[in-house]
T-cell receptor, first 110, second 118 residues
Framework: SQKIEQNSEALNIQEGKTATLTCNYTNYSPAYLQWYRQDPGRGPVFLLLIRENEKEKRKERLKVTFDTTLKQSLFHITASQPADSATYLCALFSGYALNFGKGTSLLVTP | GAVVSQHPSWVICKSGTSVKIECRSLDFQATTMFWYRQFPKQSLMLMATSNEGSKATYEQGVEKDKFLINHASLTLSTLTVTSAHPEDSSFYIC??????????????FGQGTRLTVV
């Protein structure tokens, strides 16, 4: 069956450091991979989309890598801030809809 | 960006009653909307795909007679939880896309509805 796995353990880091979140998948052959942010009690908000032929994608302090050989994507937040504290979701297309991982909770402390 | 509005944001109902949740695309036409359910610390689970003017497509294990979906216009989809039970208590979220294939385009989500059945 198709699976999208993200670290279920919460990630706690100090303000100013780089946060790195991991997304691994099985039984997908994605042409695209997406990352979303979800705050408590809210719907997800789109952050970045990366294509299979892109090794890396950047947007401001965010960077995403996509390795289709390893079946893995890494999501980096540089110079992290307390406002970055949220749950980050990895998403892949199943054929007609987006499927999501459980998400990784990030807590950035001052 | 495109805005998806979901209403209500929270609702408490008694067991056995029905609850309707609305999802509207405010500034674009959405031929397809998606309904998800999310339990605490769990991922979003797709319940059904809602297509304007046709019947919804439900995921395996989702009771279509219990979760009624109507997509009567290009800007409105509704989810009705019928004969609600405490185990239906969850966070329900709708999503819409602007065009084409969802794989290569971002999805826009509503604010979510917290349903509590007592």
């Amino acid at each position: 069956s198709q699976k999208i796995e993200q670290n279920s353990e919460a990630l706690n880091i100090q303000e100013g450091k780089t946060a790195t979140l991991t997304c691994n998948y099985t039984n997908y052959s994605p042409a695209y991979l997406q990352w979303y942010r979800q705050d408590p009690g809210r719907g997800p908000v789109f952050l970045l989309l990366i294509r299979e032929n892109e090794k890396e994608k950047r947007k401001e302090r965010l960077k995403v890598t996509f390795d289709t050989t390893l079946k893995q994507s890494l999501f980096h937040i540089t110079a992290s801030q307390p406002a970055d504290s949220a749950t980050y979701l990895c998403a892949l297309f199943s054929g007609y809809a987006l499927n999501f991982g459980k998400g990784t909770s990030l807590l950035v402390t001052p | 960006g495109a805005v998806v509005s979901q209403h209500p944001s929270w609702v408490i109902c008694k067991s056995g009653t029905s609850v309707k949740i609305e999802c509207r695309s405010l500034d674009f036409q959405a031929t397809t909307m998606f309904w998800y359910r999310q339990f605490p610390k769990q991922s979003l689970m797709l319940m059904a795909t809602s297509n304007e003017g046709s019947k919804a497509t439900y995921e395996q294990g989702v009771e279509k007679d219990k979760f009624l979906i109507n997509h009567a216009s290009l800007t409105l989809s509704t989810l009705t939880v019928t004969s609600a039970h405490p185990e239906d208590s969850s966070f329900y979220i709708c999503s819409a896309i602007l065009r084409g294939l969802i794989a290569n385009t971002e999805a826009f989500f509503g604010q979510g509805t917290r349903l509590t059945v007592v």
